[in-house]
Structures are given as structure tokens and as C-alpha cells.
């Protein structure tokens, strides 16, 4: 079975400090790959996915993921962070069409 | 992209009853799906809903306490019953975006049991 593990639960920065959230996964096939976002009171949107090509993939609002096969990696990266980056981030691993699992969740705060 | 409504988007229900989720969405789709998100934790998939056959459920969720209707290609019910405080949680309906490997997301349903 596909597991997902997200490495840190909340994150705390300040505006323009870089960012990089941590998504590991456990499957022997192949997979495709996503980041979701959850804002406040707003329901989940997707940030960005990878399918197969290019394994640095970037989504909306400045973030980017780069996909390191060999570490069976996804890590979510944005170079500068803005309050409105404050959410929960998901990421997801999907190798059966529409089930997808999906890690703990990593809580960001950014301080204005 | 698809557009996906629930309702209701928050109750609050009593232990013993039972609750039932409206997916609407925009468009025909092959096969939804329902979410719970407990507090604090991430969305666990409780079952693929086709039209025309039955729901079907991961480890762990059984029929009796989720079913789930399938009427037609834009809509779906989750009834969750016998409510227990346990079942407080978010659930979500999502479906399958034009690429198999895409998937949206409604606003989730906010349930609380008493």
C-alpha cells in the first residue's frame, strides 16, 4: 500500500524567509505526485502535480516542487513567502485514477 | 476544472441519528469519491462511487455505516449513521478531473456529533 509522510507538522516563518516542506512516499510503481492547499475556510485547491517529465514542476502563486525519484521525494519550495501563504499543504500520492492518499499535513504560519 | 458543491457545508447532529451529504457537480463524471478529514488529520478515502453499481468501499468502512447512492453522473449521497462523537469530522466528495490523475475537491461538510 501507498503511504505519504509529511516531515513537519507547522512551520512558522516570516514573510520573505524561503520555504521548503518536506513530503516523502512509499510505493514501488509508478506514481503521480501532487501539493494541495487549504486556506483558512476555504476548501482544498490544487498547488501543483507531477506526472512524469520534467521533475522540478512549478505550480501556482510562486511554489515549485522537485520530484528526486531515488529519495522518493516531493518537496514543496517557495523562494519567498507572503502572509497569504498562510494554509495547511497536503501532499499527495496517487497511483490508482482518483485514489489518492495523502500525508498528515504540514500547517504553515507566516508572521507579516 | 469541475465545480463541486456539498451541502450542507456544517451540522451539528446528536448521537444515535443520522446524516445525509449532497455532492453536486458541474459536469458528468465518472466516479466520485468521498473524504473524511478528522480533526487534525489528513483525508482518508471512504469509498469510489460509480454510477449504475455499487459504492466501493477501502479497508475499514463498511456499507452499513456509509452508504452511498449514485443516481446519476453529476450527483452522490454519503448518509454517515448511528452517529457517534467519533464521527465528527470534514467530508469531502471529489472527483476525477478530465485527466485520470486530477482530482477536485468540494468545500467539505463540517460535522459535529454530540
Known amino acids: 500500500a501507498q503511504s505519504v509522510s509529511q516531515h513537519n507538522h507547522h512551520v512558522i516563518l516570516s514573510e520573505a524567509a524561503s520555504l521548503e516542506l518536506g513530503c516523502n512516499y512509499s510505493?514501488?510503481?509508478?506514481?503521480?505526485l501532487f501539493w494541495y492547499v487549504q486556506y483558512p475556510g476555504q476548501h482544498l485547491q490544487l498547488l501543483l502535480k507531477?506526472?512524469?517529465?520534467?521533475?522540478l514542476v512549478k505550480g501556482i502563486k510562486g511554489f515549485e516542487a522537485e520530484f528526486i525519484k531515488s529519495k522518493f521525494s516531493f518537496n514543496l519550495r517557495k523562494p519567498s513567502v507572503q502572509w497569504s501563504d498562510t494554509a495547511e499543504y497536503f501532499c499527495?500520492?496517487?497511483?490508482?485514477?482518483?485514489?489518492?492518499?495523502f500525508g498528515d499535513g504540514t500547517t504553515l504560519t507566516v508572521k507579516p | 476544472s469541475a465545480v463541486i458543491s456539498q451541502k450542507p457545508s456544517r451540522d451539528i447532529c446528536q448521537r444515535g441519528t443520522s446524516l445525509t451529504i449532497q455532492c453536486q457537480v458541474d459536469?458528468?463524471?465518472?466516479?466520485m469519491f468521498w473524504y473524511r478529514q478528522q480533526p487534525g488529520q489528513s483525508l482518508t478515502l471512504i469509498a469510489t462511487?460509480?454510477?449504475?453499481?455499487?459504492?466501493?468501499?477501502e479497508s475499514g468502512f463498511v456499507i452499513d455505516k456509509f452508504p452511498i447512492s449514485r443516481p446519476n453522473l453529476t450527483f452522490s449521497t454519503l448518509t454517515v449513521s448511528n452517529l457517534s462523537p467519533e464521527d465528527s469530522s470534514i467530508y469531502l466528495c471529489?472527483?476525477?478531473?478530465?485527466?485520470?490523475?486530477?482530482?477536485?475537491f468540494g468545500p467539505g461538510t463540517r460535522l459535529t456529533v454530540l
Open positions: 471529489s472527483v476525477e478531473g478530465t485527466r485520470a490523475d486530477t482530482q477536485y
Open positions: 510505493y514501488g510503481g509508478t506514481v503521480n
Open positions: 507531477y506526472f512524469s517529465g520534467d521533475p
Open positions: 499527495a500520492v496517487n497511483a490508482r485514477a482518483g485514489k489518492s492518499t
Open positions: 459536469s458528468q463524471v465518472t466516479m
Open positions: 462511487a460509480n454510477q449504475g453499481s455499487e459504492a466501493t468501499y
